[in-house]
C-alpha cells in the first residue's frame, strides 16, 4: 500500500482525485461507489496501522545500522 492510496481516501471528492487515475478501473469503480462510512473505517482500520508499522519499521532500521557502524 502505498501513500497514493492514503491521499485518494481522504480526498473529499473521490471521483476527481489524480490519485485514483494511479488505481485499476475495477478499483477505481468499487471505490467510488463504497459509502463515506466504508471509506473512513478503512482508512481507520487499514491504513492508519500500515503507516505506523512503516514508522516502527523504519526506526528499528536506523536504529540497526546505527548499531552496525559503532
Known amino acids: 500500500?502505498?501513500?497514493?492510496?492514503?491521499?485518494?481516501?481522504?480526498?473529499?471528492?473521490?471521483t476527481t482525485s489524480p490519485s485514483i487515475i494511479s488505481t485499476s478501473p475495477a478499483v477505481r469503480a468499487y471505490w467510488i461507489n463504497t459509502t463515506k462510512p466504508f471509506q473512513l473505517i478503512y482508512v481507520f482500520i487499514v491504513m492508519i496501522p500500515l503507516i505506523i508499522a512503516q514508522l516502527i519499521i523504519l526506526i528499528l532500521l536506523s536504529k540497526l545500522i546505527f548499531l552496525v557502524k559503532w
Open 1 to 14: 500500500m502505498s501513500n497514493s492510496s492514503f491521499n485518494l481516501i481522504l480526498s473529499n471528492n473521490t
